[in-house]
Structures are given as structure tokens and as C-alpha cells.
């Protein structure tokens, strides 16, 4: 017997056969397409990651006695692979905005786009970026991200590498969770990974807070949600900001290139004024 389409209803794509076909002839690791009137990404295995660089990074991280920040092991490849689609499929049955899996094989992924075709999803880097001369709007945009969190952590889970980068905004206004190579809740306890999302986050913000003028104005919120925390994740929280206590002596200069004004911007945000030069 030959199953026929309903009447008005279109065939879905062959989305597995889009992929095989694509796949090897990408150049790219990422790429986006357009398949019939839907957008798609296709991500490709990269190359291995050496061990290496995460020793070096893990060295710090003891010397500095920091093991929320301990890197989390991505070596690339297929295994970088297996590891997203996990993960996208966990995260999307938890109700969280992100990409559908469509098609899945050893060495890529396609996956569909989160805004609507032929537009993008902004990342929160970008629009607060964008925003620097409205300190309102972008203070509305770190808030929402720091709600985008709690949504993440309240359902006993935790994101990858909580950049604002990876945070983007939806057409519909919500915010949408990309790239999970790795695995952090495979390394780390809940609560250190949790706290290493909020630590991630506010790295990556806290200085177009203060380039737009808004970080003073900022610090209260900050003040209110870590109350609000779980006492588990508000201990490696307040006890990882302490550690951080060196970063004051950073003076906030261009000269120092852009990640140690971040670091020191975050500083600012997290510590109570009383304990800052």
C-alpha cells in the first residue's frame, strides 16, 4: 500500500539526506542554508582539541584557587558532535529555547534556526553593544539575560559557556540558548556549574554596563538576584567573588586590552562599593 500526502499538507524535507549531502563539501565548520522556506544551520566536526590547553587552564584556575572556572574539556571533533545534539535534546525537553535537532550523523548536526529565515538572532553582546548610548536599555538587556539564567538553573540544568554571545534574542523577544559543545555538569558539581554560568555571564557584560554608564545603576539588581539564589550556588558565588578580590588593582585602561577591562568591569559589578578602591 503507498502512503500519499493529505490533501494540503506538504512533504517535510529529508532533512537527513540534506545533511549527508552537504556535509563533506562545506568548507566551513558552520554554515547556514536555506531549505525550501525554512533556514537551516549545519555544523561539521572540527578538528580534535589537544589536551593541553585545558592543563594550562586548569593550572591557573588551582593557583588562583578558582575551581568554578576550571575549564570544562572539549576535544573537538565527533565527539564535540555527540555532545551538542545530547545536549540540545536534553535542554529542549526542559521547555528552553533552543535549536531543533533536524538531522544528526557521527561528523555534523543540522540544526534549525531560531529566528525567522533570512533574519538573525541577535546575540545580548550585540544588541547591548549597539545600545551603548541608552544605559536603560542596555541595563533591560543584562537583566533579561541574568532571567535567562534562572529559567536555565530552575530547571536542574545548566548552559555551556553562558557568553552573551550565546544568549540571543528571539523574534518573539524570548531568549534562545546557543553552542554546547561541552558538557560542564559532567565535570563539575550543579551548583559550581550554575555559578559558572552567572561568573561567564557577567564577565561578558559588565563592561558595556560600564561604557554605557549604567553599572552603578546595575549593582542593586545584581545585589537583589544573588539573594534570591539557592544557598548552594550563592556559597561558590560569593566565595569565587572574594577570590576575585586581586582584580581591584586593575586599573581600568584601555592598555590592558579588552579582557582584563571585562575582568575588572565584573569586579566592580560584583563587589559591594565598600570594598572597592
Given amino acids: 500500500m503507498t502512503e500519499t500526502t493529505p490533501p494540503g499538507q506538504a512533504l517535510a524535507p529529508d532533512y537527513a539526506a540534506f545533511l549527508q549531502a552537504h556535509l563533506a563539501a562545506q568548507p566551513a565548520n558552520v554554515a547556514h542554508y536555506t531549505l525550501e522556506d525554512e533556514q537551516v544551520w549545519l555544523k561539521k566536526a572540527g578538528p580534535r582539541h589537544g589536551m593541553w590547553r585545558y592543563r594550562v587552564l586548569g593550572a591557573l584556575a588551582g593557583l588562583a584557587r578558582l575551581d568554578v572556572l576550571r575549564p570544562v574539556p572539549n576535544l573537538g571533533g565527533q565527539q564535540a558532535i555527540a555532545t551538542e545534539a545530547r545536549r540540545l535534546r536534553d535542554l ?130 545584581w545585589t537583589a538576584w544573588l539573594a534570591q539564589r539557592s544557598p548552594a550556588v550563592r556559597a561558590v558565588l560569593e566565595q569565587s567573588i572574594g577570590r576575585m578580590a586581586w582584580l581591584r588593582h586593575l586599573p581600568q585602561s584601555r592598555r590592558l586590552g579588552r579582557d582584563l577591562q571585562r575582568a575588572r568591569a565584573a569586579h566592580d559589578l560584583l563587589t559591594p562599593a565598600s570594598e572597592r578602591p
Fill in 92 to 221: 529542549r525537553a526542559r521547555g528552553l529555547r533552543v535549536p531543533l535537532v533536524l538531522a544528526e550523523q557521527p561528523d555534523g548536526l543540522l540544526l534549525h534556526h531560531l529566528g525567522r529565515p533570512g533574519e538573525p538572532t541577535p546575540s545580548l553582546g550585540d544588541e547591548m553593544q549597539a545600545a551603548l548610548a541608552r544605559p536603560a536599555a542596555v541595563q533591560a538587556l543584562w537583566l533579561q539575560g541574568l532571567l535567562a539564567l534562572d529559567h536555565v538553573h530552575a530547571t536542574g540544568t545548566c548552559l555551556s559557556q553562558a557568553f552573551a554571545r550565546n544568549l540571543v534574542r528571539c523574534p518573539d523577544g524570548v531568549v534562545g540558548y546557543i553552542d554546547f559543545e561541552d558538557d560542564p555538569a559532567a565535570s563539575l558539581p550543579l551548583a559550581h556549574c550554575q555559578a559558572r554560568d552567572v561568573l561567564c555571564y557577567v564577565h561578558s557584560t559588565a563592561l558595556y554596563l560600564r561604557e554605557s554608564g549604567a553599572l552603578e545603576s546595575a549593582r542593586p539588581l
